[in-house]
């Protein structure tokens, strides 16, 4: 039986891998919901197949999915992807899934953070919530892995990265920001980190590219390509909007020492040219409680969302001028991977990317 463990990761010799360390499985959430997908999240499930089919390339996928799209999702799914019915309230599984920690000893337990769909009733993106708070705890059952609670402690996956040698990067945008945890500090804040994650050190980015959707998560920023080396944004567009941001970024990442007393080897990686903008909006239901999605406006894509699976990597492509480059820059940071583009703007019209609806189950 699955159980909730009362302590916390660090006391009990557990920490969270890099995303390059070998992994079990990969977990994803069906797409459906009307008011977040336009044409009732039909467009988006075929985004979602391509991506599934090509990470089962490297690594088994579980597909969660609400009981009135079950028999749907299991039509268009291949075969080799596991099709589970659970409910969700949206297909974010990267922030309401659990994030997974292991032992030295092969035992893998799930850390269940809060989850308040980025931002609870300050400025969160949808309500309820109620069934994506159930998710982690779905799958550690499933799994028959036990886990952690941070009751009090609201964070999602996306929000930080770490490097599986004690040090995490973040951003101050998101961690800090009014909707998540008001009641700590930054260093009660960093305090939780370490104590969950076990972690030494805590490497803070100013900001994310997505203020209004995320707040700024760093995943759309900023990754390890593996210990000692990270991957950060960039571009040399004063204009682009991400500028701000990745230059800020690169210059904490560039100061920054971590754990092992490591000075970070920082590559620098694409952004799209030309700004992807959310199509087809009038197929997007309006509903209150819902951040509206609206014809025209910039939808965050950042090629660096891209997911480490096992020697693949799964890399957005948006049809743009600087999809090429992200692939051979891709291909230079990871040469001993296979970099697989697929197209996923359907994802980013609904506010993220591949590693936004990923979440690994690193092997035990
Ligand atoms: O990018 C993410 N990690 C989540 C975005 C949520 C968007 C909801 N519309």
Redesign the pocket.
Known sequence: MAKRINSTPKADNFRMPGEYEPQEKIWMLWPERPD?WRDGGKPAQKAFVRIAEAISRFAPVTMGVNRGQFANARNMLPAEVRVVEMSND?S?I??CGPSFVVNDKGEVRGVDWDFNA?GGLVDG??FPWDQDELVARKVCEIENVDSYKTSGFVL?G?AFHVDGEGTLITTEMCLLSEGRNPHLTKSEIEQYLKDYLNLETIIWLPDGI?PD??NG?V??VACFARPGEVVCIWTEDTAHPYYEAAQKAYKALSEAVDAKGRKLKVHKFAVPKKMVCIKGADGIDYVEGT?P?EEGEMA?ASYLNFLIVNGGIILPQFGDENDELAMEQAKAIFPDYEVVGVRSEEVAY????IH?ITQQQPKG
Not at 350 to 353: A, T
Request: a negative charge; proline letters at 0%; charged letters at 40%.
């Open positions: 977040n949206d974010w990267r922030d980025w993106l949808y999602e996306g997505d959707e995320t998560h995943d759309d951040i999605r965050i609904g506010g993220g990317n936004c």
